[in-house]
């Protein structure tokens, strides 16, 4: 009866689908892992990604960076930890879930050349009692200022998901997959001269101590042109800087090089985001996003 009872709270939530689709589109290191695709659980048709070849696609924004909004403005508990419910769900499902911890969650703010990338960190606390429910494991998502874009990394659920307060989202594991989703994408690139796009980097994650990427990359393009391209650097504290070398634009507004970038313009060439594949191993890989300046 509670698992009937919890299919029916989730599938309220599909009750205030949007009617119109957004058109989607993403990348990630291992596809087979995590995928870019419209969302069809907690809203419909928007930037949204799925976990290890499932047919449910959650919907960022209606997702994970909502509910975790709510249980954060609902406050920390005693012990200092913001926790997800069933309610900030939706009621029926804080009726059956009541108390129960779904997941740990956090929000930081990366403040860089005036722009601020919001950055939600979810810890996965339980096993989805549905097999249609995300098994999300250790998922963190920045979102592009102005723009339905995304990008993070996923890790599956570590052998400590059931600790009380843990900021180990499992990004060791050798499945740590970096990836990027949003919504209207650039299918014809304007003319660009030197467009300036502030970048933030996200790799391995502390949501308790926060180690960013940033940076300016510089896009030019022109129809025809031979110096199409996507310039500049990431750096932080503490790590090698990642360089944008012989990254190429195309005109269908992708972009990539020979191996380790790839990515994707949005909104007019408004914004961007891409994964970078340079380090030595999945644990060393970058996604990124910003907004043109």
Do not use: C
């Not at 695709?37 to 919907?59: C, M, R, Y």
């Not at 860089?112 to 979810?122: L, M, P």
């Amino acid at each position: 009866m509670r698992t009937q009872a919890l299919a029916l709270a989730i599938a309220t939530s599909l009750l205030s689908l949007s009617s119109v689709a957004a058109t989607v589109t993403g990348g990630s290191s291992d596809a087979g892992k995590v995928a870019a695709k419209q969302s069809n659980l907690f809203g419909s048709g928007n930037a949204g990604l799925s976990f290890n070849g499932s047919s449910t696609v959650i919907d960022l924004a209606g997702g994970p960076v909502g509910q975790a909004n709510k249980a954060i403005a609902r406050g920390p508990e005693s012990n200092g930890k913001t926790y997800l419910k069933g309610k900030d769900v939706n009621f029926l499902a804080g009726v059956v879930l009541g108390d129960t911890r779904i997941a740990q969650v956090w929000k930081n703010n990366v403040s860089f050349n005036g722009d601020t990338t919001t950055i939600n960190s979810v810890r996965q606390m339980i096993v989805p009692p549905l097999p249609f429910m995300p098994d999300f494991g250790g998922l963190v998502i920045g979102k592009v200022e102005g723009s339905a874009v995304y990008f993070g990394e996923w890790a599956p659920k570590g052998a400590n998901y059931t600790d009380v307060a843990s900021t180990d989202l499992n990004m060791g594991s050798s499945s740590r997959t970096v990836w990027f989703s949003g919504e209207n994408p650039t299918t014809s690139m304007p003319n660009l001269v030197n467009a300036k796009y502030n970048v933030v980097g996200i790799n391995q994650h502390n949501p308790e101590n926060p180690n960013a990427y940033t940076g300016v990359l510089t896009a030019n393009y022109a129809v025809g042109g031979s110096n199409n391209r996507l310039t500049g650097n990431l750096d932080r504290s503490g790590s090698a800087s990642l360089g944008f070398d012989n990254v190429v634009i195309n005109h269908n507004g992708t972009f990539g090089n020979a191996g380790n970038v790839s990515g994707q313009f949005y909104n007019n060439a408004g914004a961007l985001a891409g994964i970078h594949r340079a380090g030595a191993g999945v644990q060393d890989d970058v996604a990124f996003g910003g907004a043109r300046q």
